[in-house]
C-alpha cells in the first residue's frame, strides 16, 4: 500500500477481526506506516491480548466469533475508560451506530470502508487522547457541573448518568456555551467525522442530553436554532 500520510511511530494497536482477508491486509498498510499491529481473529482471543497488554487504541469488528465487539467493547470500558476503541464493521443503521456508542466506542467505521479514511480517524482519535488536558477540573453552567477527573455530572447537586459518548458531548457544548454548534461542528469535535447527512445519530444524542439535564428542570440549557444548529446557553 503506498498511501502519502505521515507516519506515526510507537504506536500499538490492537485490531480484533475474524475476516483474515482484511484483518491481513489492515496489518500491513497501518505497519507499512510503522503503527505496531497484533491482531486477533476472534473476540475471546482480543480481550485476552487486551487484558495482558497496553494498547494506545483498539480497532474491532462487530459480529466476531466467540466475544462479540459489543462485548467486547464493555469488557474494555469495565477496564479502561481512556483507550479509543474504533469499531470497524458492516453493520450500517443508525441503531447500530447508537448501540456502538452507547457501548462506549469513540468512532464507527461502515465496510467498505477507504484505507485513507480510517488512517484519519485513526490519527484523529489518537490527537484527542493526547490534547485531553483538562482546563481545570471542572467546568460550570449555571447549576450545571461537570468533573473532568472522575466523569461526574450532576444538577442543582443530583447526579445524572452520562455515557462516555454524552459526556464527550456535553463537554464540547460546555466548553461553547452561549455559541451555536451546527451538527457539522459536533460530528467533527465529538465523533471525528465528517457530518453524513443521511443520518440522525447527532440530533438522537442531543434528545438523550436534553432527557437527563433539562427534563426535570425549568430553566433549559440546551436549545434549538433552527436551521444552524445547538447551543448551550448559560443564564437562560
Do not use: C
Not at 506515526?8 to 482484511?22: C, G, N, R, Y
Not at 470502508?113 to 483538562?134: G, S, Y
Amino acid at each position: 500500500m503506498n498511501h502519502r500520510i505521515s507516519v506515526m511511530h510507537d504506536i500499538s494497536i490492537l485490531l480484533v477481526e475474524d475476516e483474515k482477508k482484511i484483518a491481513e491486509t489492515l496489518k500491513k498498510g497501518l505497519e507499512e506506516l510503522q503503527y505496531e499491529v497484533d491482531l486477533a481473529y476472534d473476540g475471546n482471543a482480543g480481550r485476552e491480548m487486551f487484558d495482558n497488554q497496553s494498547y494506545d487504541l483498539v480497532i474491532a469488528d462487530i459480529n466476531l466469533p466467540g466475544m462479540n465487539g459489543y462485548e467486547l467493547l464493555k469488557h474494555i470500558r469495565g477496564v479502561n475508560q481512556q483507550v479509543p476503541v474504533l469499531l470497524l464493521t458492516a453493520l450500517s443503521s443508525t441503531e447500530d451506530k447508537i448501540e456502538g456508542f452507547e457501548t462506549g466506542a469513540d468512532d464507527y467505521i461502515v465496510k467498505p470502508f477507504d484505507f485513507a479514511e480510517l488512517v484519519v480517524r485513526i490519527r484523529a482519535l489518537l490527537k484527542r487522547v493526547q490534547l485531553q488536558a483538562p482546563m481545570g477540573k471542572s467546568l460550570r453552567v449555571n447549576d450545571l457541573v461537570m468533573n473532568l477527573d472522575s466523569k461526574e455530572v450532576s444538577r442543582a447537586g443530583n447526579p445524572i448518568q452520562l455515557t462516555a459518548k454524552e459526556f464527550q458531548l456535553l463537554e464540547y457544548m460546555i466548553r461553547n456555551k452561549n455559541r451555536v454548534v451546527s451538527r457539522a461542528d459536533i460530528a467533527l469535535n465529538v465523533w471525528d467525522i465528517d457530518f453524513d447527512t443521511g443520518t440522525n445519530v447527532i440530533d438522537v444524542y442531543v434528545n438523550f442530553l436534553r432527557k437527563k439535564i433539562d427534563r426535570d428542570y425549568d430553566m433549559k440549557l440546551i436549545h434549538t436554532q433552527v436551521g444552524m444548529g445547538y447551543v448551550l446557553k448559560e443564564n437562560s
